[in-house]
Nanobody
Framework: QLQLVESGGGSVQPGGSLRLSCVAS????????IGWFRQAPGKEREGVSC????????KYLDSVKGRFTISRDNAKSTVYLQMNSLKPEDTAVYYC?????????????????WGQGTLVTVSS
């Protein structure tokens, strides 16, 4: 069974940092593009970032550019989302997703595998 498990969420003050991790089980991440979605209370889900199989291509939501960095370690079947300079508007449940489509954009359009989500709360 293909599974993604997120961790690293928590509560932090504005300006703080968190690093989310997404670990794959039941399959190798090597052949999957990985993305992160988030959904804040009462708001629609939005794609935050994505990375291709090699890590060479990355994409970011405009509001997180310069603050968030996505990376991957295929040897550990893990993808990371480093979040710096966090703002209250970053508060949301963050979901890791995967797609076997070689086009990195597809993972945020038609993901094939979803994680269960991890909550990030940014508040003073």
């Amino acid at each position: 069974q293909l599974q993604l498990v997120e961790s690293g969420g928590g509560s932090v003050q504005p300006g703080g940092s968190l690093r989310l991790s997404c670990v794959a089980s039941g399959f190798s991440l090597d052949y999957y593009s990985i993305g992160w979605f988030r959904q804040a209370p009462g708001k629609e889900r939005e794609g935050v970032s994505c990375i291709d199989t090699s890590g060479a291509r990355t994409k970011y939501l405009d509001s997180v550019k310069g603050r968030f960095t996505i990376s991957r370690d295929n040897a550990k079947s893990t993808v990371y989302l480093q979040m710096n300079s966090l703002k209250p508007e970053d508060t949301a449940v963050y979901y890791c997703v995967a797609s076997s489509d070689p086009d990195v954009h597809t993972v945020l359009v038609v993901p094939e595998v979803w994680g269960q989500g991890t909550l990030v709360t940014v508040s003073s």
